[in-house]
Each structure stands twice: as C-alpha cells, then as structure tokens.
C-alpha cells in the first residue's frame, strides 16, 4: 500500500478563518492523483476533492482547494472561510499500484465559533 | 438515491460468532469494497472486487471472508468474530477499478465482546 501521512491529528480554527490540512505520500509512480474525504461525527465518508499529478491547475471545489506540490509530495487541503459544519475528520488518499485507495490516519478539525 | 446500502448499522457479537455484513450499490459500479476503520488507524481495506466475479485481498484480509454475489452485493463474513475485529466497518464502490472516487456506505459498527 502507499504511504500516506497525516501528521497534524487534530487542529483547531476560528469561523471565517483559512485552515490547511498537510498530507505527504510516498510513491515512485510517475502518475497518481489525490483524494480528500471528509467525516463528520455522523460517520459517512464525504468525497471532497480529487487531483492527477498531471492536472497543471490546482483543483478547487468550492471553498476546497488542493494544494499539490510535487517536489515534496505533498498533496494540502485547503479550508477557506471555515464553518462550523466543516468541523470532522479529513482523510486524504491515493492510489496504490493496483488502483485502491490507501487512506491516511485522518486529521480532526474543529471550527470554533 | 440510495447509493451504497450497508446492513446492519450496529452489531454486538460474542467471541467466536459468525456474522454476515450485506452491502448493496445502486450505480451499476464495478468494483466493490470492505474497508475498516480504527481510531488514529484510518481506513484499512479487508477485500476488494474489482469486477464481478473477482475477488482480492487487502491489507488486513485475516478472519474475514467475502462474496461478490453479483454486480450490486458485496458481503463480507467474520466466521469466528474475536474481539480485534470490533471496528466501524464500511463497504464503498467506484465506477471503475481505475478511476473515480470511491461511494461509502454509512458505516456498520461491530463490537465483539
């Protein structure tokens, strides 16, 4: 499986503010993409955001967007104008070589008022 | 729009228990997927259908067991539940073994005591 780090488990942001989650990935494939989920505490697995490695652009979904950087394989979610809906977990994933998606051990973010 | 459909929601089994988690997907998705989730562990995958027909292991494929029954169902069997396996288990699909995001389940939370 690939490796993939989520070194930040849990962070704390102000409403309105910008917050970045980290995630760095371990591969020698020379194409990959990124994906980012969200969960809330009521469980489900939301998808957010997903990146190739060839995308030139960096991918913005609304208030997402995904700050690739290949040089040092890392792959950042970015939150602006945070809500308090956005306070779950975050999980950033890739494929490995045959396709399934690893998951990293997810960073906790929470939104204060 | 029901998605991927997991049941059940919540389980209690006792130690060396067998039990079956169902899971059903309504996009006509090729691959299918077992994945558990442990707390500062992410999401591990168990088994993986990349097509009817086919079925592989994961990373923490030991004491579980899986039909693909057809294109839609995905179950996964404990034969002899033991309490390591007490986990938030979720079944998700994709489009493709290659591409796309992975759908989730809304999780099934098995205790074994």
């Known amino acids: 499986a690939q490796k993939i780090t989520q070194t930040q488990p849990g962070m704390f942001v102000q409403e309105k503010e910008a917050v970045t989650l980290d995630c760095t990935y371990d591969?020698?494939?020379?194409?990959?993409?990124l994906f980012w989920y969200k969960q809330p505490s009521s469980g489900e697995m939301i998808f957010l955001i997903y990146?190739?490695?060839?995308?030139?652009q960096n991918a913005t979904e609304g208030r997402y967007s995904l700050n690739f950087q290949k040089a040092r394989k890392s792959a950042n979610l970015v939150i602006s104008a945070s809500q308090l809906g956005d306070s779950a977990m975050y999980f950033c994933?890739?494929?490995?070589?045959?396709?399934?998606?690893?998951f990293g051990a997810g960073t906790t973010v929470t939104v204060r008022a | 729009n029901a998605g991927v459909t997991q049941t059940p929601k919540f389980q209690v089994l006792k130690t060396g228990q067998s039990m079956t988690l169902q899971c059903a997907q309504d996009?006509?998705?090729?691959?299918m997927y077992w994945y558990r989730q442990d707390p500062g562990m992410g999401l591990r995958l168990i088994y993986y259908?990349?097509?009817?027909?086919?079925?592989d292991k994961g990373e923490v494929p030991n004491g579980y067991n899986v039909s693909r029954l057809n294109k839609r169902e995905f179950s996964l069997r404990l034969e002899s539940a033991a309490p390591s396996q007490t986990s938030v288990y979720f079944c998700?699909?994709?489009?493709?073994?290659?591409?796309?995001?992975?759908?989730f389940g809304e999780g099934s939370r098995l205790t074994v005591l």
């Open positions: 998700a699909s994709r489009l493709y073994l290659e591409a796309g995001e992975l759908f």
């Open positions: 591969t020698s494939d020379q194409s990959y993409g």
């Open positions: 990146q190739g490695s060839y995308d030139e």
């Open positions: 994933a890739m494929p490995d070589n045959d396709y399934k998606l690893s």
């Open positions: 996009m006509n998705h090729n691959s």
């Open positions: 259908s990349a097509s009817e027909g086919t079925t």
